[in-house]
């Protein structure tokens, strides 16, 4: 029987440059119910009227799910690029070195070049697998809100991650299970 279980490659990359990796500090980052200041030393408190006052307007229609490619002002693309790199970029990257040591990389699917990946700060990252030749890169990087998020742990968002890579992974064994009966 095929397996859904896959070992992280080593040197997965960053999310990319522009617009992909703004929209997700816009939808992830900012979003107060992911906590990201229980992951993240340091992180200002004031993180989501920061990028308002830097002029990211767009925050509110990201984080409602609008996918539409829109310009940020000049000082928002520049505040969003350095939240990037001080904040989301080390803590979405530490969870994808820990998730090996812990075992918690799964595929998406039979024939998905896509990882589900969980480290133990509990950020919930999502990875091409580089079986396309190309270098695997990050594609997301989210937390998973328990249900009282303003008074949760950081214990319970790393099992509230863990239980969403579990349904992940048994979703996935289904998959590879129904492409192996149909291989036979």
């Not at 002029?55 to 002002?73: A, F, K, P, T």
């Not at 997301?140 to 890579?165: C, G, H, L």
């Not at 590879?176 to 291989?183: I, K, L, Y």
Request: aromatic share 8%; hydrophobic share 35%; with cysteine.
């Amino acid at each position: 029987m095929t397996t859904a279980y896959a070992t992280a490659p080593e040197g997965i990359l960053p999310m990319r440059r522009g617009w992909p990796r703004a929209r997700h500090v816009l939808k992830h980052l900012y979003r107060r119910s992911e906590r990201w200041d229980l992951v993240v030393k340091g992180l200002p408190k004031d993180l989501r009227q920061r990028a308002l006052q830097a002029g990211c307007s767009l925050i509110d229609r990201v984080q409602n799910g609008s996918e539409r490619w829109e310009r940020l002002s000049r000082g928002g693309a520049r505040l969003v690029e350095a939240d990037h790199e001080a904040f989301y970029r080390p803590a979405y990257m530490h969870s994808i070195e820990t998730s090996r040591g812990l075992g918690r990389v799964c595929h998406l699917g039979a024939g998905s070049d896509r990882l589900a990946l969980v480290g133990d700060n509990g950020v919930f990252v999502i990875a091409t697998d580089g079986t396309d030749g190309r270098a695997p890169r990050t594609v997301s990087a989210y937390r998973v809100s328990p249900y009282d998020f303003e008074n949760a742990t950081p214990e319970q968002f790393v099992e509230a991650a863990v239980r969403k890579w579990n349904d992940k992974k048994a979703l996935a064994q289904d998959t590879w299970q129904h492409e192996d009966v149909e291989d036979t």
